[in-house]
């Protein structure tokens, strides 16, 4: 069953008027009864602290039983002095969230954005894009469908919405005056005698009635219960005047919220004062209680203090447990007073000291994430900076989810301040202790900055590392030409070092480039020749690895003799070393070999085994993948309803994932299975779906095994249909020269005099 989310974060507190904007809002959603929207996208527009965010979410909350599928809800940050999330990133946040296995995720943009779709096609959701800058950020965010709402929160009009999109814009003002005051008196109410209203009416006027500016002030005059009213009015005047001075007074409401951010950072205590300019350093605008420990070189008990004080002033918003994130002014005005009132040696050692701390802390969750990969030879960390720990395997991909944002940040902070070491050791990290879901192309950023860092060092081991690291990742996006150049030069770089262990991963990665271009005999020349260095190495998980890797080479070249032999040594020291995906993995292998050696049985025991590997790990890419091989073999035991069962499982997995060359794999396993059925027209009809995927695809090989399946479905009724897609078949199969491909040819071939004779 679907999960339903519930995204939202909590409701405004004392949040007072804006009925008009409410009505607006609610009108979207008039006499709807379950039908489709009539509007389905909504964007509120306004200046910066005018509350677009506190009316979204207060609205939000109120009509949210309207949409009983769930609600989903992201932080753009499109005016965050960092970097904005985009819109890829917001959908590998919010597909985990619609059921999709973490470690599962499209790594195509709009691969990702189609099945984002899909999954929403038959939910009445509501989706809320808070802080969005641009309409590109939003556009692929959008259902295709009209029972979602999506409430979008600007500063700008994103006209692009309204004219393509048929968004309705609902333009947020600053509060009439009566509605400021309320908002004042809402915010002080049990804190202070009732003041006068005509002091709280001079105060909303400084305040230049925007909601963001209100609150805190109101919350200075909460925290002083005892001081009058004029004497906080008097304070508030000065600073204006102190900023009226030094402004060019262009932008009065800009002006107005900067000088009561002046006035209520002038009251807090020194130590809250200096711990709030010195976040303004962090790399990223949400971060954790160690985090800022670190920053501040405190301990994590008087961290969370000065935190606490800062929430308290709304300076400050908490967002779970020891996680707090700035407002895009706050943090903007956190780092004005860091350059101004930090001395420069402060700024660096702060720097120096989170930089270290997201170091150190990435290297640990490292030795869970990817523990057969070598760490980095890292310099201690510096005094002040404790880095985390992790008990066990969920911990450390926990963090490696909530902080990747603030460690890909970390490595554009190094590299533009001149720090070229950490940058490409972050990067590296950054990889190493990367979290299932986070897209591949987030990483290439950091990546292609890490290699610039190495570069200008001259490191060559480095360079080496991370150009192996781009080719993983050009791979995981289908740019197959990039990532062979990578690769070609690590090896390159690992040659002219003498680093044997770097060579043989090169040699294993060049070896899975030829693999999935099926040129076979240099596929295996390449496992052959990294299985050797990883032996001399004394890397057995390597070895296996790279031997499960040449199975599947002679299994694709149709040799299934040495295909099992090896598979069969590549299963014994996967079982040793305890690595269960590499188990399952060859399960899968010999399940198929099996099969085609004429042992069903003992293929059904292996795919199943494989399946229960898949299941534990819950994981649905490989609950996918390893879905084939199991209906195969219940086909080849006659188990037909089982294995159309395995296949239509296999297919909705790999179309929510986004997968299409295995969706079309298990419509061929399908076609094949209705064939034993006696369904021939069923039959063509999944051959046909999978023929043309993969022809779009580019995938010459898995087309012509399609075309071949549909031709044989055609040959009763249309033997002119058949002789003309196995004709197709063998052009397809021209430079193919392995034992699979000849016995295919001949298969072909003898269809073809079959479709003849019956013309």
């Excluded at 709807?32 to 005018?50: E, H, M, N, Q």
């Excluded at 393509?164 to 509060?175: I, N």
């Excluded at 409401?253 to 809250?272: G, H, I, K, M, P």
């Excluded at 084939?628 to 499982?649: I, K, M, T, V």
Aim: hydrophobic fraction near 40%; proline fraction near 5%; glycine fraction near 6%.
């Amino acid at each position: 069953m679907s999960p339903t989310p519930r995204q939202l974060p909590a409701d405004v507190s004392q949040f007072v008027n804006r009925t008009d904007e409410l009505d607006q809002l609610n009108a979207v959603l008039a006499d709807t009864d379950g039908r489709p929207l009539v509007i389905s996208v909504c964007v509120i527009a306004g200046t910066a602290g005018a509350g677009k965010t506190s009316l979204a979410l207060h609205w939000a909350h109120q009509v949210q039983e309207r949409f009983p599928d769930g609600q989903l809800y992201v932080n753009l940050r499109g005016y965050d002095p960092g970097e904005p999330v985009t819109a890829q990133e917001a959908l590998h946040r919010f597909l985990p969230a619609l059921g999709v296995a973490s470690g599962s995720l499209p790594q195509d943009p709009e691969a990702a954005a189609a099945l984002y779709r899909s999954l929403l096609a038959d939910r009445r959701m509501l989706i809320v894009l808070d802080n969005a800058a641009t309409v590109g950020q939003v556009r692929p965010l959008l259902p295709g469908g009209k029972d979602c709402l999506v409430v979008v929160t600007s500063r700008s009009r994103l006209a692009g919405l309204a004219v393509r999109d048929g968004a309705r814009r609902l333009t947020l003002g600053t509060l009439p005056q009566p509605e400021a005051v309320a908002l004042l008196r809402a915010v002080t109410a049990g804190y202070r005698p009732q003041d006068d209203t005509g002091k709280l009416t001079e105060l909303a006027g400084l305040c230049a009635r925007l909601p963001l500016a209100l609150r805190i002030a109101a919350e200075r005059a909460a925290s002083h219960p005892h001081m009058r009213l004029d004497d906080l009015i008097a304070d508030l005047r000065d600073e204006s005047a102190l900023w009226d001075a030094l402004s060019t007074g262009d932008d009065e409401e800009a002006e107005a919220v900067r000088t009561v951010f002046a006035w209520s950072y002038r009251a807090l205590s020194d130590r809250a004062a200096r711990l709030f300019r010195l976040l303004g350093l962090h790399p990223g605008p949400e971060f954790g209680l160690d985090a800022a420990a670190a920053l501040a070189a405190l301990p994590t008990s008087r961290t969370r203090q000065l935190l606490d004080s800062l929430v308290g002033a709304h300076l400050l918003e908490q967002t779970a447990p020891d996680r707090y994130q700035f407002h895009d002014l706050l943090r903007a005005y956190a780092t004005d007073q860091a350059q101004h009132e930090e001395p420069p040696e402060q700024r660096e050692a702060a720097l120096h000291r989170v930089l270290n701390w997201y170091l150190h802390t990435a290297d640990a969750a490292q030795s869970w994430i990817s523990p057969a990969t070598p760490h980095l030879a890292l310099a201690p960390p510096p005094e002040g900076v404790r880095p985390l720990d992790f008990p066990d395997y969920d911990a450390a991909v926990d963090w490696a989810e909530r902080d990747h944002t603030n460690v890909l940040q970390a490595v554009r902070s190094a590299a533009s301040c001149g720090h070229d070491l950490w940058a490409w050791q972050l990067a590296v990290l950054l990889a190493n202790a990367y979290f299932p879901s986070a897209p591949a192309a987030d990483w290439l950023v950091a990546g292609q900055i890490g290699l610039a860092a190495a570069r200008r060092l001259g490191d060559r081991g480095a360079e080496a590392q991370l150009l192996t690291e781009l080719g993983m990742n050009y791979s995981r996006i289908d740019r197959l030409a990039q990532s062979h150049e990578s690769h070609r030069g690590a090896l390159l770089i690992q040659r002219e070092l003498g680093d044997r262990l770097g060579e043989a991963h090169s040699l294993n990665l060049i070896g899975l480039f030829h693999l999935r271009d099926r040129q076979l005999n240099q596929a295996a020349d390449h496992f052959e020749q990294a299985i050797a260095v990883f032996h001399e190495q004394d890397s057995p998980h390597w070895a296996a690895t790279a031997l499960s890797n040449l199975a599947s080479t002679h299994y694709r070249a149709g040799r299934l003799e040495e295909a099992a032999t090896v598979a069969g040594q590549a299963l014994a020291v996967h079982r040793s070393l305890d690595n269960q995906r590499g188990e399952g993995n060859i399960l899968r292998l010999l399940s198929q070999i099996e099969c085609e050696l004429g042992q069903p049985e003992t293929a059904l025991g292996s795919a199943r085994a494989a399946l229960d590997i898949a299941l534990g790990l819950r994981d649905h890419r490989l609950e996918g993948y390893w879905l084939l091989p199991l209906g195969d073999a219940q086909r080849a035991n006659g188990e037909l309803a089982d294995a159309l069962e395995s296949h239509q499982r296999s297919a909705t997995l790999h179309r929510r994932l986004g997968n299409r060359s295995r969706e079309a794999q298990a419509w061929h396993g399908a076609g094949l299975t209705y064939r034993r059925l006696d369904r021939d027209t069923e039959a063509a009809r999944f051959h046909l779906l999978a023929a043309t995927a993969h022809r779009e695809l580019g995938e010459s090989w898995e087309e012509a095994q399609a075309l071949d399946g549909l031709a044989a479905a055609l040959l009763d009724d249309d033997p002119a249909a058949a002789r003309g897609h196995w004709t197709r078949t063998l052009r397809l199969l021209d430079g193919y020269d392995d034992p699979r491909a000849a016995a295919t040819r001949e298969r072909v071939e003898r269809g073809l005099a079959q479709a003849g004779r019956s013309e």
